[in-house]
């Protein structure tokens, strides 16, 4: 079993930067990838990044040049730095792991929500114009 718990959540104008945190205990083996979703109100939830233990990062194209993941492996706890923030990225944003598969189909359907099997509760992101 794996607990996840998101911070760093808040409020900032556009242009602005926050730095979201996932502090992860359990089963190290069912932490090896780990990603960050989001979902705003009414939509569907996102796949925003994902990393895994080695520090292969994917992110959506959306996000790529404007968040950064990171990782540290000592205190067990995944990054989300986020700058240059626009009003749409407004959504609560949630930590998971547990891909359920290999590294092929990680590198390929990592967006898909169904493939992980852990989550955090979320932090919320608003992001005002």
């Known amino acids: 079993q794996v607990q996840l718990v998101e911070s760093g959540g808040g409020s900032v104008q556009t242009g602005g930067s926050l730095r979201l945190s996932c502090a992860a205990s359990g089963s190290a083996y069912s932490r090896y990838y780990m990603g960050w979703f989001r979902q705003a109100s009414g939509k569907e939830r996102e796949g925003v990044a994902t990393i895994d233990s080695a520090g292969n990062t994917f992110y959506a194209d959306s996000m790529k040049g404007r968040f950064t993941l990171s990782q540290d492996n000592g205190n067990n706890t995944l990054y989300l730095q986020m700058n240059s923030l626009k009003p749409e990225d407004t959504a609560m944003y949630y930590c998971?792991?547990?891909?359920?598969?290999?590294?092929?189909?990680?590198?390929?359907?990592?967006?898909?929500?169904?493939?992980?099997?852990?989550w955090g509760q979320g932090t919320q992101v608003t992001v005002s114009s």
């Open positions: 998971a792991t547990g891909f359920r598969y290999g590294g092929t189909l990680w590198r390929r359907d990592w967006r898909e929500r169904d493939n992980w099997i852990f």
